[in-house]
């Protein structure tokens, strides 16, 4: 059953990818003959809304997102922005930096960086000022 849940994961993760790849400059010729099951490809143009052949750059970011956060949950929130770096074609620096936008903690191990995310997730609390009357 892990192993099913895992393998749709990784499924969605490619899909995601070759979506971004298809509308965007620098990978279009990897993702050119990719097949999308028309229940995904319609899925993604209902999230991200491509109006032209190249998705604004919110909407890259936004799948971006969804990449990390899968990838977090498929390696227990704990995973190498290296390897996604490299499947996103993207600069490492900025791969960590979107991590580190989602709440992720980076940590040395073995010479790479790793990247985890607590869970659950605990949010400052709000700081309440009083006023003196």
């Known amino acids: 059953m ?7 994961i990784f499924s969605y993760i490619t899909h995601l990818i070759k979506f971004k790849d298809q ?3 620098d990978g279009a010729a990897s993702a050119r003959n990719h097949q999308f099951p028309s ?3 319609q899925k993604f143009f209902e999230m ?3 109006e032209t052949r190249r998705l604004s750059v919110d909407k890259i970011d936004l799948l971006i997102s969804y990449v990390l956060v899968l ?6 929130f704990r995973t190498f ?4 770096s490299n499947d996103l074609r993207m600069n490492p620096a900025t791969v960590k930096s979107h991590y580190r936008n989602l709440g992720c903690k ?3 191990e073995k010479n790479k960086y790793l990247v985890t995310l607590s869970v659950p997730l605990e949010f400052p609390q709000p700081k309440r ?5």
Do not use: G
């Open 2 to 8: 892990e192993k099913k849940r895992l393998s749709c």
């Open 23 to 25: 509308h965007s400059m």
């Open 81 to 84: 922005p290296a390897d996604v």
């Open 106 to 108: 980076m940590e040395r």
């Open 129 to 133: 000022k009083f006023r003196n009357r």
């Open 39 to 41: 229940i995904i490809r």
């Open 71 to 76: 990838t977090l949950y498929a390696d227990d």
């Open 48 to 50: 991200f809304n491509p």
